[in-house]
C-alpha cells in the first residue's frame, strides 16, 4: 500500500458509480457529486411509488443529468450480481436508509460471488461506528452498521468507511437532518454544559470528498474521517455564531445529560434515536475523544491538503437568508417559535 503522502491515482477513464438510496437525503448529495465529476452514474431505485412523488421529480432531475436508472431491490443477490456484470460496475455507494441497512449483506454476497467490484461505501456517513458508543435506540442502528463491516472485511470486497461526522447546520435532539431549515431565532438549546466540541460537514462538500476518495488507491480499506479545523465548533460557539449571523441574543436553554437520556428512553422514533446520538456527540465526545491514527484511519486534509470545505460561517449567511421572513416578523412583534421552525424529518443511516 502506498503511504497516505503519495499522489491519488490518475485514471485513464471514470469509474463507473451505483448508488443506492440515490432519493435520500445523503444520496443527493453523493449523485449531484458523482455526476458533476463525469462518472458514469447509475441509481437502483426501488420499482414502484407515485409517479409525482417528490422522488420522481428527484430522479427525473438526475435523469436529466444523465444519471442511468436501473429499477430494482438491494436484497436479490441475482439480481444484483446480473446487474454489477451488466453495467461492468466499478464503484458501488450505499446511501441505504437506516430501516434496510441489513440488506447490504446481500449486496456485499453479489460483489463477493463476481469479484469485480473495485470499492464499496457502505452507508456511513456520519459518525465511526466502531468508536462511536450512544445509548440505545441509537445503539441498535450503530450494532447493524458494526456487523455490515465485518461482514465486509470478512468478504475481501475492498471497502472505505466515510467517517464526515455532523452534517453543516444547527443541531437539534427531535429530528435528524434539518440542514433545510435555519436555527431558531427565540430559543437555542445547548446540550450538558455547551462546550463538548464536534465538527460539522456541509453536504455538497460531502459529496465532493467522496467522489475523489473513490479514485483514489490511498483510501482502500481505510477509516476516512473529515476534521475540519475550521468546522469544529461547541453548541455555545454555535450560539454565539448565530447571533452574531442575525445581530441579536436569543435565550439558551441548556439541555441536560440526564434530559436526553430520558427521552433516548422514551424510545420514540426518530426522536429517541437523535436524542441518543446528540448524547453521544455533545456529552460523550465521540467526534473529539479519540486521535488519527493515519495507518488504518486517514484525515482527508492530509489526502487532500489544497481543498477546502465550506466554513460554518458560510453555511450560516445561508441560515440569514432562510430566516429573513421570521426575523423580519420578529422585528414587527409577531413572535416566531422554535415549534413552526422545526419539522420531523426521517432519521437516516447517516447519523
Known amino acids: 500500500m502506498a503511504p497516505t503522502s503519495s499522489p491519488p491515482t490518475t485514471l485513464a477513464s471514470k469509474n463507473r458509480v451505483l448508488i443506492i438510496g440515490a432519493t435520500g437525503f445523503m444520496g443527493k448529495f453523493l449523485t449531484e457529486a458523482s455526476l458533476s465529476s463525469s462518472h458514469p452514474t447509475y441509481l437502483l431505485i426501488r420499482p414502484g411509488g407515485p409517479l409525482l412523488s417528490p422522488k420522481s421529480t428527484t430522479i427525473k432531475t438526475f435523469q436529466d443529468k444523465g444519471a442511468i436508472i436501473v429499477y430494482g431491490v438491494v436484497d436479490n443477490k441475482e439480481f444484483m450480481e446480473k446487474i454489477l456484470k451488466k453495467y461492468e460496475i466499478d464503484i458501488v455507494i450505499s446511501a441505504i436508509g437506516a430501516e434496510s441497512l441489513l440488506d ?6 453479489a460483489m463477493k460471488s463476481i469479484k469485480t467490484v473495485k470499492r464499496f461505501l457502505p452507508s456511513e456517513f456520519g459518525h465511526d461506528v466502531d468508536r462511536a458508543d450512544p445509548v440505545e435506540p441509537g445503539l441498535a442502528m450503530y450494532k447493524q452498521k458494526r456487523l455490515v463491516r465485518r461482514v465486509i472485511e470478512e468478504s475481501g470486497v475492498p471497502y472505505t468507511y466515510i467517517c464526515c461526522n455532523s452534517i453543516a447546520s444547527w443541531p437539534y435532539y427531535n429530528n435528524c437532518h434539518p440542514s433545510s431549515l ?5 430559543q437555542l438549546h445547548v446540550y450538558g454544559n455547551g462546550n463538548v466540541k464536534a465538527y460539522f460537514v456541509d453536504g455538497f462538500d460531502i459529496g465532493k470528498f467522496t467522489m475523489k476518495i473513490v479514485d483514489d488507491h ?3 480499506n481505510k477509516n476516512i474521517h473529515f476534521r475540519p479545523s475550521i468546522n ?4 455555545n460557539e454555535l450560539a454565539s455564531l448565530w447571533e452574531s449571523k442575525i445581530a441579536r441574543k436569543i435565550p439558551r436553554l441548556f439541555v441536560s445529560e440526564n434530559d ?5 428512553a422514551e424510545n420514540i422514533i426518530p426522536e429517541s434515536v437523535v436524542a441518543s446520538l446528540t448524547h453521544d456527540i455533545f456529552i460523550n465526545g465521540c467526534q473529539v475523544s479519540y486521535k488519527i491514527d493515519g495507518v488504518h484511519d486517514v484525515e482527508i486534509s492530509t ?3 489544497g481543498e477546502s470545505f465550506r466554513s460554518m460561517e458560510d453555511c450560516f449567511e445561508s441560515f440569514v437568508v432562510m430566516a429573513a421572513d421570521k426575523i423580519r416578523k420578529g422585528e414587527n412583534g409577531v413572535a416566531g417559535g422554535t415549534k413552526s421552525m422545526v419539522e420531523p424529518v426521517i432519521i437516516t443511516a447517516s447519523c
Not at 435555519?182 to 427565540?186: R, S, T, Y
Not at 469544529?232 to 453548541?235: A, E, G, N
Request: glycine fraction near 0%; proline fraction near 15%.
Open 218 to 220: 490511498r483510501t482502500i
Open 104 to 109: 447490504q449483506i446481500t449486496l456485499v454476497e
Open 260 to 264: 436526553l437520556l430520558a427521552i433516548a
Open 182 to 186: 435555519p436555527p431558531p431565532l427565540d
Open 303 to 305: 489526502l487532500y491538503p
Open 232 to 235: 469544529c465548533y461547541s453548541m
